[in-house]
T-cell receptor, first 116, second 109 residues
Framework: IAGITQAPTSQILAAGRRMTLRCTQD?????MYWYRQDLGLGLRLIHY???????GKGEVPDGYSVSRANTDDFPLTLASAVPSQTSVYFC???????????????FGPGTRLTVL | GQNIDQPTEMTATEGAIVQINCTYQ??????LFWYQQHAGEAPTFLSY??LDGLEEKGRFSSFLSRSKGYSYLLLKELQMKDSASYLC??????????WGAGTKLIIKP
């Protein structure tokens, strides 16, 4: 089934630990995105990638890093987790990226992360 | 700064019509999106407007006024399954989506 998957579904993590959230899409979309969603706030863009091999910073990039070695995968790494990174993380992809008009984003099911 | 405003919560009756408003202020503007998000699930795309006017898609319609920085989502013939949060998002000059906090729509029988 075509779509976008994320792993793990949920995770409880001790502060200071390193964690990588995985995201894979099989739709051959050019662009991919990582968002966090917190209660009472809109989705906030952490990092994005308009095409394999390139990445960019979003609105809240501090404490996070990404890589885009190929079209399908876009992992998000927390180098040293802090409690303020407790959130629901959504990965998304879109066909075009980079400012090409209507470019609907398709979202993965999300990862619920708790940092204690 | 960039900002999207939409009501936090609305209540409507099954079979009725509801209008969810959204105002936006962004650095540049390249279109307005509406997404639906059921509790505990991922957002899913509903509509996109870039020109002024009304776009109709079945029971859902979306309106945009660029001069007023205003959009609304109109839901007709409400069904219980329409109970969800509705997210307004504006595409800025960097082609990044700026998201509102969402409007939780509660449908009562």
């Amino acid at each position: 089934i075509a779509g976008i998957t994320q792993a793990p579904t949920s995770q409880i993590l001790a502060a200071g630990r390193r964690m990588t959230l995985r995201c894979t899409q099989d739709m051959r979309h050019n662009a991919m995105y990582w968002y966090r969603q917190d209660l009472g706030l809109g989705l906030r863009l952490i990092h994005y990638s308009n095409t394999a091999g390139t990445t960019g910073k979003g609105e809240v990039p501090d404490g996070y890093s990404v890589s885009r070695a190929n079209t399908d995968d876009f992992p998000l790494t927390l180098a040293s987790a802090v409690p303020s990174q407790t959130s629901v993380y959504f990965c998304a992809s879109s066909p075009a990226g980079g400012g090409k008009g209507l470019d609907e984003q398709f979202f993965g099911p999300g990862t619920r992360l708790t940092v204690l | 700064g960039q900002n999207i405003d939409q009501p936090t919560e609305m209540t409507a009756t099954e079979g009725a019509i509801v209008q969810i408003n959204c105002t936006y202020q962004t650095s540049g503007f390249n279109g307005l999106f509406w997404y639906q998000q059921h509790a505990g699930e991922a957002p899913t795309f509903l509509s996109y407007n870039v020109l002024d006017g009304l776009e109709e898609k079945g029971r859902f319609s979306s309106f945009l006024s660029r001069s007023k920085g205003y959009s609304y989502l109109l839901l007709k013939e409400l069904q219980m399954k329409d109970s969800a949060s509705y997210l307004c998002a504006a595409l800025n000059s960097n082609y990044q989506l700026i998201w509102g906090a969402g409007t939780k729509l509660i449908i009562k029988p």
